[in-house]
């Protein structure tokens, strides 16, 4: 009865604590949201409005000084309401600089409107918003009737007009030009202010409350909690006491703890250590440790005591057994607290077989120096800091880097025989990062100033306490087998090319010429070959029969016959038989038959039936020696668009093989953009030669994957014109020519198969024919001022390449561009963020349904560019930016090396495709097929999507980085 009675007081007394504290806070959230939060509103409500009644005022203050001018004659009624209307259209305020001023006459008719040009000059009398309110009638009427005044109704928001909402506006009139000068804000505005306030009055209110209950709780039960701590702390350390005892006798070391209290404990391990089957026998620590003073005396121990404190001491000293034997050990000392008692743990650790192994080690070690002395492989060591000074070396070394002479080798820092002394930065944090450094290729310089490359092997020798001692390794010359091996590059490169050429088939380099009758005399001949400029004439009888071949060696003996005269028919002076091939014969074998046959024209045959084709010696052998210059010369001296269109198809024939044999994607996209640039010169000097000479200076630059010399099978056009106009007077008359110069460029580039951008990126755009300002105000903003979407749009022009005319204008442009992301932190955290949020599927992460591999590759493509521009890296092509990232150290040579190889990969993968779809004579696409694809091609796929994400992830940490700092 007594408890329950105990009880129920208790509770009461809680009661009589809370009821009050409730009953408080209650009133005090009823007084928040009846009271003071109507009236925030109302007083944020008013200060919204007088604000746009003074800048309206202010507004029409400003116009009424132009009239000012238009009534003192200084300009007409137009100049100053031009000026006026200019001036009103740049007027912005707000927070994010959006909110404007509007200008209409009583009619109503728009004067200006900064985000609504399509409402300039407009009768708006019918216009209504939503809730079919005649807006600008209503504000005629409300300055009509009170010469200013708000007017209410539904309006888009600032520039977005796909978004209408609540707007509360102020109008004023100004009466010498019968103008209505208005600007208003948005309700939702307002509105939002107002939720945010009472969302932080509610938190406010609900924090308040929580912390009331709780320090109510905590006042309530704290004699409870005290008592009930008690218990729990004297059975908590009656536990750590049986866990302590428990781990001490477990330890697999020996352990010994000394309190203050001179009271010594020691396990068993340590009674195993001295050899003692008694574990009760007295210990005495001083005799244990014969070899330390510390523990000496009670005065020696309590002064070692406040000597370590809160640090610990490593010792290696002689512990001594009960027969008397010392066995090294090594002790770790730290200080303890237990049962309110300071003092030391002992932790005892037998070393003696360690000695014992050190001691043999010493004798491996002159044994190694033995074997290493008969090595002619250089031995070394160095020091394990930033010099890398030579400590030791064995014979080979010195012959290696000093011709013999021992003493310019001794303590001597490494970097006094590398030719590029950074080098020894990057082998030193290699070898720090990673302890072990392999066949290192790097140039060394011997101390007679010969260079040799060498092959560098390196390990991090550490001691037992996993402190670093030194750096040991090798040096093997290897100059001569680089050379040897660069020779066998060339010399394969050259085999490569000779095969690919001599596997082509003759199409490309076959040629039509003109069909004779039979009966047809010499002098005919002549002149049919002349009017052709041909070197042979097919000879055809009168059924359409070939008969055989009349050529200028035919003609030429004629000329030497003194019994053949110029009316001597054709035919009896022709070649025969017709020696044949077909136009899918490769050139090596039509090489052979003209060799056999000692021939030097073959007709060529599609199938079984003969064509009006020829294939020389000449022209082979020609090819043969120089392809892609025979070409050049013949695009260089192309006359017109459709002859450059007839070379520029020879030469992506070459193209198509270079894929076809699975040539190095670097020399593929290499060729690729060479004829893409050749061609280009040529187009713009042929536009040159028709528009007229250029009146200044100007370059034509390439970007995106033109740009990034990545061009493909299926690639449109990117380019842009830059001018210099700082000295021209006319820049209407200067921009007028070099659009007219953009647009036949961009025509006859199209017509040559390089499309039209579909985004409009292209020198027919006139945004994109501008002088050298202009181009830099552009970057400028993009770097500066963009917003994400503006940086996503423009990404591509930072891929920048010079095709034609003066590079000095691309130099002083990339040099602007470089200059400016020196310090621009936001425009690479929109680059990361837009890099990040570009997800793959699902689905095509796990290669279920058909995908573009060309937006497979374009996070690498992005990341590369971000990274290169961020540390100043002027390359446009993303396998060059990659490997310029590894040289400087920003990627680390595992990450470019499988990155090398993905993108190489993805690319052949590309090109494949792209060069099937052309066989197969379907539309030329990005598209693949997962189930088309080899094992080995999906599983390179989805490691090349898993080191995508985490180069991602580290990009972001990167510039999250910066944002910190």
Same mark, same amino acid.
């Given at each position: 009865?007594?408890?329950? &009675? #105990?009880?129920?007081?208790?509770?009461?007394?809680?009661?009589?604590?809370?009821?009050?504290?409730?009953?408080?806070?209650?009133?005090?959230?009823?007084?928040?949201?009846?009271? &003071?939060?109507?009236?925030?509103e109302?007083?944020?409500?008013?200060?919204?409005? $007088?604000?746009i009644?003074?800048?309206?005022k202010?507004?029409?203050?400003?116009?009424?000084?132009? !009239?000012?001018?238009e009534?003192?004659?200084?300009?007409?009624?137009?100049?100053?309401?031009?000026?006026?209307?200019?001036?009103?259209?740049?007027?912005?305020?707000?927070?994010?600089?959006?909110?404007?001023?509007?200008?209409?006459?009583?009619?109503?008719?728009?004067?200006?409107?900064?985000?609504?040009? #399509?409402l300039?000059?407009k009768?708006?009398?019918?216009?209504?918003?939503?809730?079919?309110?005649?807006?600008?009638?209503?504000?005629? !009427?409300?300055?009509?009737?009170?010469?200013?005044? /708000?007017?209410? *109704?539904?309006?888009q928001w600032?520039?977005?007009?796909?978004?209408?909402?609540?707007?509360?506006?102020?109008?004023?009139?100004?009466?010498?030009?019968?103008w209505?000068?208005?600007?208003?804000?948005y309700l939702?505005?307002?509105?939002?202010?107002?939720?945010?306030?009472?969302?932080?009055?509610?938190?406010?209110?609900?924090f308040?409350?929580?912390?009331?209950?709780? %320090?109510?709780?905590?006042?309530?039960?704290?004699?409870y909690?005290?008592?009930k701590?008690?218990?729990?702390?004297? #059975?908590?350390?009656?536990?750590?006491?049986?866990?302590?005892?428990?781990?001490?006798?477990?330890?697999?070391?020996?352990?010994?703890?000394?309190?203050?209290?001179?009271?010594?404990?020691?396990?068993?391990?340590?009674?195993s250590?001295? @050899?003692?089957?008694?574990?009760?026998?007295?210990?005495?620590?001083?005799?244990?440790f014969?070899?330390?003073?510390?523990?000496?005396?009670?005065d020696?121990?309590?002064?070692?005591?406040?000597?370590?404190?809160?640090?610990?001491?490593?010792?290696?000293?002689?512990?001594?057994?009960?027969?008397?034997?010392?066995?090294?050990?090594?002790?770790?000392?730290?200080?303890?607290?237990?049962?309110?008692?300071?003092?030391?743990?002992l932790?005892?650790?037998?070393?003696?077989?360690?000695? $014992?192994i050190e001691?043999?080690?010493?004798?491996?070690?002159?044994? *190694?120096? =033995?074997?290493?002395?008969?090595?002619?492989?250089g031995?070394?060591? %160095?020091?394990?800091?930033?010099d890398?000074?030579?400590?030791?070396?064995?014979?080979?070394?010195?012959?290696?880097?000093?011709?013999?002479k021992?003493?310019?080798?001794?303590n001597?820092?490494?970097?006094?025989?590398l030719?590029?002394?950074?080098?020894?930065?990057? %082998?030193?944090?290699?070898?720090?990062?990673?302890?072990?450094?392999?066949?290192?290729i790097?140039?060394?310089?011997?101390?007679?100033?010969?260079?040799?490359?060498?092959?560098?092997?390196?390990?991090?020798?550490?001691?037992?306490?996993?402190?670093?001692?030194s750096?040991?390794?090798?040096? !093997?010359?290897?100059?001569?087998?680089?050379?040897?091996?660069r +020779?066998?590059?060339?010399?394969?490169?050259?085999?490569?090319?000779?095969?690919?050429?001599?596997?082509?088939?003759?199409?490309?380099?076959?040629?039509?010429?003109?069909?004779?009758?039979?009966?047809?005399?010499?002098?005919?001949?002549?002149?049919?070959?002349?009017?052709?400029?041909?070197?042979?004439?097919?000879?055809?009888?009168?059924?359409?029969?070939?008969l055989?071949?009349?050529?200028?060696?035919?003609?030429?003996?004629?000329?030497? !016959?003194?019994?053949?005269?110029?009316?001597?028919?054709?035919?009896?002076?022709?070649?025969?038989?017709?020696e044949t091939?077909?136009? @899918?014969?490769?050139?090596y074998s039509?090489?052979v038959k003209?060799?056999?046959?000692?021939?030097?024209?073959?007709?060529?045959?599609?199938?079984?039936?003969?064509?009006?084709?020829?294939?020389?010696?000449?022209?082979?052998?020609?090819?043969? +020696?120089?392809?892609?210059?025979?070409?050049?010369?013949?695009?260089?001296?192309?006359?017109?668009?459709?002859?450059?269109?007839?070379?520029?198809?020879?030469?992506?024939?070459?193209?198509? &093989?270079?894929i076809d044999?699975?040539?190095?994607?670097?020399?593929?996209?290499?060729f690729?953009?060479?004829?893409s640039?050749?061609?280009?010169?040529?187009?713009?000097?042929? =536009?040159?030669?028709?528009?007229?000479?250029?009146?200044?200076? /100007?370059?034509?630059?390439?970007f995106?994957?033109?740009?990034?010399?990545?061009?493909?099978?299926?690639?449109?056009?990117?380019?842009l014109?830059? *001018?210099?106009?700082?000295? *021209?007077?006319?820049?209407e008359k200067?921009?007028?020519?070099?659009?007219?110069?953009?647009?036949?460029?961009?025509n006859?580039?199209?017509?040559?198969?390089?499309?039209?951008?579909?985004?409009?990126?292209?020198? +027919?755009?006139?945004?994109?024919?501008?002088?050298?300002?202009?181009?830099?105000?552009?970057?400028?903003?993009?770097?500066?001022?963009?917003?994400?979407? #503006?940086?996503?749009?423009?990404?591509?022009?930072?891929?920048?390449?010079?095709? /034609?005319?003066?590079?000095?204008?691309t130099?002083?442009?990339?040099?602007?561009?470089?200059?400016?992301?020196?310090?621009?932190?936001?425009?690479?955290?929109?680059l990361?963020?837009?890099?990040?949020?570009? $997800?793959?599927s699902?689905?095509?992460?796990?290669?279920?349904?058909? /995908? @573009?591999?060309?937006?497979?590759?374009?996070?690498?493509?992005?990341?590369?560019?971000?990274?290169?521009?961020?540390y100043?890296?002027?390359?446009?092509?993303?396998?060059?930016?990659?490997?310029?990232?590894n040289?400087?150290?920003?990627?680390?040579?595992?990450?470019?090396?499988?990155?090398?190889?993905?993108?190489?990969? &993805?690319?052949q993968?590309?090109l494949?495709?792209?060069?099937?779809?052309?066989?197969?004579?379907?539309?030329? @696409?990005?598209?693949?097929?997962?189930?088309e694809?080899?094992e080995?091609?999906?599983?390179?796929?989805?490691?090349?999507?898993?080191?995508?994400?985490?180069?991602?992830?580290?990009?972001?940490?990167?510039?999250? $980085?910066?944002?910190?700092?």
């Amino acid at each position: 009865m007594s408890k329950r &009675l #105990d009880s129920i007081l208790q509770k009461t007394a809680y009661l009589k604590i809370l009821l009050p504290t409730l009953l408080i806070i209650s009133l005090f959230v009823i007084s928040l949201f009846l009271l &003071l939060i109507p009236q925030f509103e109302a007083d944020i409500m008013e200060r919204k409005r $007088e604000t746009i009644r003074e800048l309206t005022k202010a507004t029409v203050s400003m116009i009424n000084s132009w !009239e000012e001018q238009e009534a003192s004659g200084k300009m007409s009624r137009a100049e100053a309401q031009a000026g006026a209307i200019e001036q009103v259209k740049k007027l912005r305020y707000g927070i994010e600089d959006k909110d404007y001023f509007w200008v209409t006459d009583y009619q109503p008719i728009m004067i200006v409107h900064p985000y609504r040009p #399509d409402l300039d000059g407009k009768n708006l009398a019918n216009i209504e918003d939503p809730h079919h309110k005649k807006l600008f009638v209503k504000i005629v !009427e409300v300055v009509k009737r009170d010469g200013e005044g /708000f007017v209410d *109704y539904l309006w888009q928001w600032k520039d977005d007009t796909a978004k209408i909402v609540p707007k509360l506006s102020y109008v004023k009139g100004f009466e010498p030009w019968g103008w209505i000068i208005g600007t208003g804000i948005y309700l939702d505005d307002v509105k939002e202010e107002i939720i945010l306030l009472e969302t932080k009055i509610l938190n406010i209110s609900i924090f308040v409350t929580l912390l009331g209950t709780i %320090l109510l709780l905590y006042i309530a039960y704290q004699n409870y909690k005290s008592q009930k701590g008690k218990k729990e702390a004297e #059975d908590e350390l009656k536990a750590s006491r049986e866990k302590f005892k428990m781990l001490v006798e477990t330890s697999g070391e020996g352990l010994i703890m000394i309190l203050e209290n001179q009271k010594s404990y020691f396990n068993k391990t340590i009674f195993s250590m001295i @050899d003692s089957l008694d574990n009760a026998i007295e210990v005495n620590i001083n005799k244990l440790f014969p070899g330390l003073t510390y523990f000496n005396s009670n005065d020696s121990i309590a002064a070692f005591m406040n000597e370590i404190k809160n640090n610990s001491k490593q010792i290696e000293t002689k512990l001594q057994k009960v027969n008397g034997k010392l066995i090294d050990v090594f002790v770790n000392i730290s200080p303890i607290s237990f049962e309110n008692n300071n003092g030391l743990i002992l932790s005892v650790k037998d070393i003696s077989k360690n000695k $014992e192994i050190e001691e043999e080690l010493g004798y491996s070690r002159e044994k *190694y120096f =033995a074997v290493t002395n008969q090595l002619t492989i250089g031995v070394f060591r %160095l020091t394990a800091d930033n010099d890398l000074r030579i400590i030791e070396f064995n014979p080979a070394l010195v012959k290696l880097l000093t011709d013999g002479k021992e003493n310019l080798l001794y303590n001597k820092s490494i970097s006094e025989f590398l030719v590029d002394s950074k080098e020894q930065n990057k %082998l030193y944090d290699e070898i720090k990062k990673t302890e072990l450094v392999k066949n290192r290729i790097t140039q060394f310089k011997k101390s007679n100033g010969t260079k040799i490359t060498c092959a560098v092997s390196a390990v991090l020798v550490k001691g037992k306490n996993d402190e670093v001692l030194s750096i040991e390794g090798i040096i !093997e010359d290897v100059t001569e087998q680089k050379e040897t091996d660069r +020779q066998k590059e060339e010399l394969y490169s050259d085999l490569y090319n000779s095969v690919i050429f001599l596997n082509q088939t003759i199409e490309p380099y076959s040629y039509e010429v003109p069909s004779i009758i039979y009966s047809a005399t010499v002098s005919e001949s002549f002149r049919l070959m002349s009017l052709h400029n041909t070197d042979a004439l097919i000879i055809k009888n009168n059924e359409g029969e070939f008969l055989g071949l009349l050529t200028e060696n035919d003609l030429n003996k004629i000329a030497l !016959e003194s019994n053949a005269g110029l009316e001597t028919p054709s035919h009896q002076i022709m070649s025969v038989p017709i020696e044949t091939a077909n136009f @899918d014969d490769s050139i090596y074998s039509c090489l052979v038959k003209l060799r056999n046959n000692n021939s030097k024209h073959l007709v060529v045959k599609k199938g079984n039936q003969f064509t009006k084709h020829l294939i020389s010696l000449e022209k082979l052998i020609g090819a043969s +020696q120089s392809n892609f210059l025979f070409f050049v010369k013949k695009t260089e001296n192309a006359v017109n668009i459709n002859q450059l269109k007839k070379y520029k198809n020879e030469l992506e024939y070459f193209i198509d &093989l270079l894929i076809d044999n699975e040539a190095n994607i670097k020399t593929v996209t290499k060729f690729i953009s060479m004829i893409s640039d050749l061609v280009t010169e040529k187009v713009i000097k042929l =536009a040159i030669e028709e528009i007229g000479v250029a009146p200044v200076n /100007f370059a034509f630059i390439t970007f995106g994957s033109e740009g990034r010399e990545e061009q493909t099978l299926l690639s449109d056009q990117d380019n842009l014109i830059i *001018y210099d106009d700082t000295d *021209y007077q006319e820049p209407e008359k200067l921009q007028k020519y070099f659009l007219e110069l953009g647009i036949k460029i961009s025509n006859d580039l199209n017509s040559l198969g390089y499309a039209h951008c579909k985004g409009g990126n292209s020198v +027919q755009n006139s945004k994109w024919c501008q002088p050298l300002k202009v181009w830099k105000r552009y970057f400028t903003n993009w770097i500066t001022d963009a917003n994400p979407k #503006d940086i996503l749009d423009s990404k591509i022009f930072f891929d920048l390449r010079h095709v /034609f005319g003066n590079i000095n204008l691309t130099n002083e442009l990339t040099n602007h561009i470089f200059h400016l992301t020196k310090s621009s932190n936001n425009f690479f955290i929109y680059l990361a963020e837009e890099i990040e949020n570009q $997800e793959i599927s699902i689905n095509v992460n796990k290669l279920k349904t058909p /995908f @573009d591999i060309k937006l497979l590759l374009l996070p690498l493509v992005d990341l590369s560019r971000v990274l290169s521009l961020k540390y100043n890296l002027r390359v446009s092509n993303t396998l060059g930016r990659l490997k310029e990232l590894n040289k400087i150290g920003k990627l680390n040579s595992s990450t470019y090396s499988n990155l090398k190889i993905f993108y190489n990969h &993805l690319m052949q993968l590309r090109l494949l495709h792209q060069l099937n779809n052309k066989k197969n004579k379907t539309t030329v @696409d990005n598209i693949l097929v997962p189930i088309e694809l080899s094992e080995l091609n999906i599983v390179l796929i989805k490691k090349y999507l898993e080191q995508i994400e985490e180069l991602k992830s580290r990009t972001k940490a990167l510039f999250s $980085e910066d944002i910190r700092s």
